[in-house]
Nanobody, 121 residues
Framework: QVQVVESGGGLVQPGGSLSLSCAAS????????MGWYRQAPGKQRELVAS???????VYADSVKGRFTISRDNAQNTVSLQMNSLKAEDTAVYYC???????????????WGQGTQVTVSS
């Protein structure tokens, strides 16, 4: 089994900062990619940022220059530092780990339960 657990959401004022963390644990051989997605009410889930094992990063255009993703391969964790937050960043943020449970196995995606981020004055 694999567990993916997020932490760090909350309420912040516009222009403020917030940091999210995610840890994957369980039967894991190799985590290929870790990423953060978000889903606002009435909207589809969208990619916010992702990072490969070799630290190749991808960001949504809407967060470039404001958010920074990082990971610790030894700890199987990924973090998202969010600065200059805007009301439109309000959403449930989900962590996803694309991983192999054993050598040579197919890569499967595992999602966390999500953490609410609300940007409001």
């Amino acid at each position: 089994q694999v567990q993916v657990v997020e932490s760090g959401g909350g309420l912040v004022q516009p222009g403020g900062s917030l940091s999210l963390s995610c840890a994957a644990s369980g039967n894991i051989f190799n985590i290929v990619t870790m990423g953060w997605y978000r889903q606002a009410p009435g909207k589809q889930r969208e990619l916010v940022a992702s990072i490969s094992r070799g630290n190749w990063t991808v960001y949504a255009d809407s967060v470039k220059g404001r958010f920074t993703i990082s990971r610790d391969n030894a700890q199987n964790t990924v973090s998202l530092q969010m600065n200059s937050l805007k009301a439109e960043d309000t959403a449930v943020y989900y962590c996803k780990s694309d991983l192999q449970q054993v050598r040579g196995a197919m890569i499967s995606g595992y999602w966390g339960q999500g953490t609410q981020v609300t940007v409001s004055s």
